[in-house]
């Protein structure tokens, strides 16, 4: 065998030096997806529910979930929290198995909209700071956990109202506290069950710009929708869920017509089994025509 030297490589050979190796870069290893969903089914009240779904979500996308009443939205993001247990099929959160997964600092989770206060008197900012629980250290809130609290109170414009009763707010403001109490542990996965639902159009866009901010800064983001509104240029991709199947996994469809407007009615449960979105196929979700 004829080895041909290169002219650099004798003369490093000459120098005593030997030639460095060219080898070919190694391809990084991509990061593990916040979420992954695997075949995620589950039954609630004896009925099927999720039926196979997939759901995956890479580190700073912005993925929203859509899909008309009763798809299974809430329940499929109810499932990646650990509140919905599957029947079958697999969930990691950061690359680690759901059900050895502790971490919950990382996570913070808008519930579909119920009440802050649940009866029991408390001030927008000890709602708040209830979220930056799994954060503090010690037992008492450092000044970095005050001056979060505080960040996530402006963030969503309840600045002026921090000393108030949750019970005298609004469903819109009260949505706004929902949502500072899930940013004041500085998560890096946000996952918002309609965040947007009864929300006044100026509280939509303070929610917009606060969601923006928390982009920009690289949170990853799972958000269920009814519809797009003011969050549209936000989202990366969208996920529709139809009778508990995923029925389309890309581009953020264009909402027209009525099934733009929520409260649209839900559509008849018709398949028993789930048939992936083939490209070019006409979505049925409820949410377009
Ligand atoms: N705890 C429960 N027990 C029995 N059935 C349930 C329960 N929770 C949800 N379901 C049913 O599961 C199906 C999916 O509900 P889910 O709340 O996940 O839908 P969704 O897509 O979030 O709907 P919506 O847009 O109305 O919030 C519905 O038919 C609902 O009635």
């Given at each position: 065998?004829?080895?041909?030297?290169?002219?650099?490589?004798?003369?490093?050979?000459?120098?005593?030096?030997?030639?460095?190796?060219?080898?070919?870069?190694?391809?990084?290893?991509?990061?593990?997806?916040?979420?992954?969903?695997?075949?995620?089914?589950?039954?609630?009240?004896?009925?099927?529910?999720?039926?196979?779904?997939?759901?995956?979500?890479?580190?700073?996308?912005?993925?929203?979930?859509?899909?008309?009443?009763?798809?299974?939205?809430?329940?499929?993001?109810r499932s990646v929290i650990g509140q919905v247990a599957l029947a079958?099929?697999?969930?990691?959160?950061?690359?680690?198995?759901?059900?050895?997964?502790?971490?919950?600092?990382?996570?913070?989770?808008?519930?579909?909209?119920?009440?802050?206060?649940?009866?029991?008197?408390?001030?927008?900012?000890?709602?708040?700071?209830?979220?930056?629980?799994?954060?503090?250290?010690?037992?008492?809130?450092?000044?970095?956990?005050?001056?979060?609290?505080?960040?996530?109170?402006?963030?969503?414009?309840?600045?002026?109202?921090?000393?108030?009763?949750?019970?005298?707010?609004?469903?819109?403001?009260?949505?706004?506290?929902?949502?500072?109490?899930?940013?004041?542990?500085?998560?890096?996965?946000?996952?918002?069950?309609?965040?947007?639902?009864?929300?006044?159009?100026?509280?939509?866009?303070?929610?917009?710009?606060?969601?923006?901010?928390?982009?920009?800064?690289?949170?990853?983001?799972?958000?269920?929708?009814?519809?797009?509104?003011?969050?549209?240029?936000?989202?990366?991709?969208?996920?529709?869920?139809?009778?508990?199947?995923?029925?389309?996994?890309?581009?953020?469809?264009?909402?027209?017509?009525?099934?733009?407007?929520?409260?649209?009615?839900?559509?008849?449960?018709?398949?028993?089994?789930?048939?992936?979105?083939?490209?070019?196929?006409?979505?049925?979700?409820?949410?377009?025509?």
């Open positions: 065998m004829v080895t041909v030297k290169s002219e650099h490589a004798q003369e490093a050979a000459e120098r005593g030096h030997a030639p460095r190796p060219v080898r070919a870069r190694e391809p990084r290893p991509l990061p593990a997806p916040v979420i992954a969903l695997r075949g995620a089914t589950a039954t609630l009240g004896g009925r099927p529910v999720l039926r196979g779904i997939d759901l995956t979500v890479h580190p700073g996308e912005v993925v929203a979930l859509l899909g008309a009443n009763g798809s299974g939205k809430s329940t499929a993001v079958s099929g697999e969930i990691s959160l950061f690359g680690a198995e759901l059900r050895r997964f502790r971490d919950w600092s990382r996570v913070g989770y808008v519930p579909q909209r119920t009440t802050a206060a649940s009866g029991v008197p408390a001030t927008v900012r000890e709602v708040v700071s209830s979220g930056r629980l799994s954060r503090t250290r010690l037992g008492w809130p450092s000044k970095a956990d005050r001056a979060a609290v505080q960040r996530a109170i402006e963030l969503v414009g309840l600045a002026d109202r921090a000393k108030d009763s949750v019970g005298a707010l609004s469903g819109g403001q009260h949505q706004r506290v929902l949502i500072a109490r899930a940013l004041a542990a500085e998560p890096e996965l946000l996952i918002m069950d309609e965040p947007m639902a009864g929300v006044d159009l100026a509280s939509q866009e303070i929610l917009a710009a606060t969601l923006r901010e928390q982009v920009a800064a690289g949170t990853t983001v799972l958000l269920v929708l009814h519809e797009l509104g003011p969050l549209e240029p936000l989202i990366d991709r969208a996920v529709v869920l139809r009778d508990g199947c995923v029925t389309h996994d890309g581009p953020p469809p264009r909402a027209v017509g009525q099934h733009a407007l929520p409260g649209h009615a839900p559509e008849p449960l018709t398949d028993s089994s789930c048939h992936p979105h083939a490209a070019g196929e006409p979505l049925r979700t409820g949410l377009l025509s």
